[in-house]
């Protein structure tokens, strides 16, 4: 610090003038650009956030009967065993092709798809889970050669509705 303080005493007035210039403008930047408009971003995304929480809680509170309502409308299964249902949906989805094999398992059903489309295997899944009340249990993707079409492995599990 003293190296500083010697090297700027040994300026001429004008140039201690231009380096203090520069110190408060370097100053201010570091402050500005480091430190406030951050802090500011943050603060903004924050409330941003916070407001879209409240919006959706409103519209939770408001929908809430509803929602609930509607809980029961899952459809009764069937009588038909879950594997008999996932091979069914499936094929009537348009993945029958894509079907390599479908076992029961422990706790529900394993089936194993080759190029099957993945749109459309998303919206069986979700079919299945939705109306059967068949939820994953683990999945396993991989992607074939061309594009838009997976391999899976899929284990659904009967849930409790």
Sequence with gaps: MNQLKAWYAKLEAREQRVVAAGGVAVALLVLFGGILWPLESAVSTAVKTQEARREDLAWMRINAPEIQSS????????????????DR?????????????????????????????????????????????????????DRAAKPGVVNANVSFAQTKR
């Design 71 to 86: 809980a029961g409308a899952v459809r009764a299964p069937s009588g038909e065993p879950p594997v008999v249902v996932v």
């Design 89 to 141: 949906i499936g094929r009537e989805a348009g993945l029958g092709s894509s079907l390599r094999g479908t076992q029961p398992s422990a706790t529900g059903v394993r089936v194993q798809l080759e190029a099957a489309p993945f749109d459309t295997l998303i919206a069986w899944m979700a079919n299945l889970d939705e109306q059967y009340g068949l939820a994953i249990e683990s999945i396993t993707v």
